[in-house]
């Protein structure tokens, strides 16, 4: 008989990861760091600040209270009534408490609402650059994603023309993420409107509206999707407190949607994970409810680095940036040094690229490559400013030092 090998029994589902890139400059990174190297890291997506002190104080005083076992399954009702007024007061968003489902991070909040809407077969559109975790989830799911890309000149949104092109009677879903990972695009009113108008014209379209960066906002004004005229009824508006409030370890989202399709998503997080760590939802509560003074300092930090990015950034000949009015990433189009050389050294792909920088000139970065843009390289400034100005040098000076 042959040796047992586990390995040949792993479903293939479990085959597929979101985070490929990123871990893996990661990873050199820290190989390169332990190594003795000086690194300039720029590929982490989460807060570099610590969860402000007053939500910490609620979780533990939460759990000295006892407050640590199963909440509901759909989270509990004092959070999802303070959720439901946040959404109506700041997104103009009419949902009753019974139709948001808190889950263990947007990311399960998400998974819930694609694999409650998406059969085998079905279509689903996906507006690249975006955040692979999309496709994931719907592979999982069993959809075909239909990925459509929008470039640097485009702002990295696709046209409303482009999206209707693309519908077919098996389109069930597009996932919209505004503000965006990895380009920081912010979709206008009217540019919703837009969209709004096709989805209108679509028998069975829903859009789940990503919204978890909202508050690192800078230029311009945050729209819900799901506030459009008829739009509520078409829509799933996911949010989360991970990067708001610099609470990514602490894992909690949410999805707000229609009534039957909250039911159908608390069924499948029933049978999945239960449901919300308890104690993170009292603590959650205190975070909506309290003062925003933190949020708003870690805002303006993020804002001063995005104008240093961008000063930076766009003094690269060569190099394209779109506008970045929200988030924590820029995405440069690095297209012009594509083929371009260091010595022998050609960089045939921005993967290489991005090697190069890291292993040459001791920054890490992510190629566009993993967010479905080969152009293009992420760069996350939620790093202190002293490291962002040291990242920025390496970039600058890697990217200068290329020739034809
Ligand atoms: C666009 C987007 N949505 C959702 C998430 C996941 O957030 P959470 O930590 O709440 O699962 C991320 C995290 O990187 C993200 O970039």
Known sequence: MAPFDISSLLARRASQSDEGAIVRMSQRARELRA??????????????????????????????????HYSPVTGILELRQALAKKLKDENGLDYAA???VI???????????????????????????????????VRLAGGVPIILKADVDEDFKAPPARIAAALTERTKLLILNSPSNPTGAVWSRPELEA???????HPRLMVLSD?????????????????????????????????????????????????PLAVAMARLQSGITAGANSFVQHAALTALSAPRDDVEKMRARYEIRRDMVVKALTAIPGLRLAPIPATFYAFPDVGAFLGRKAGNHVMDSVDTLCDWLLEEHGVATVPGSAFGDPSCIRLSFATGEAELEKALARFAEGLNRLSA
Do not use: C
């Open 211 to 259: 919204e978890i960066y909202e508050y690192i906002l800078f230029d311009g004004k945050m729209t819900s999707f799901a506030s459009l005229p008829g739009m509520r009824e078409r829509s799933i508006t996911v949010n989360g407190f991970s990067k708001s409030f610099a609470m990514t370890g602490w894992r909690l989202g949410y999805a707000a949607g229609p009534a």
């Open 103 to 137: 889950a263990n991070g947007a990311k399960q909040a998400i998974a819930n609402a694609v694999l409650a809407l998406v059969e085998p077969g079905d279509e689903v559109i996906l507006l690249s650059p975006y955040w692979v975790s999309y496709e994931i989830t």
């Open 35 to 68: 190594k003795g190297q000086d690194i300039a890291s720029l590929t982490i997506g989460e807060p570099d600040f610590d969860t402000p002190a007053h939500i910490q104080a609620a979780a533990a005083e939460a759990m000295r209270k006892g407050l640590t």
């Open 195 to 201: 969209l709004a108008e096709v989805v209108k014209s």
């Open 98 to 100: 019974n139709e948001i």
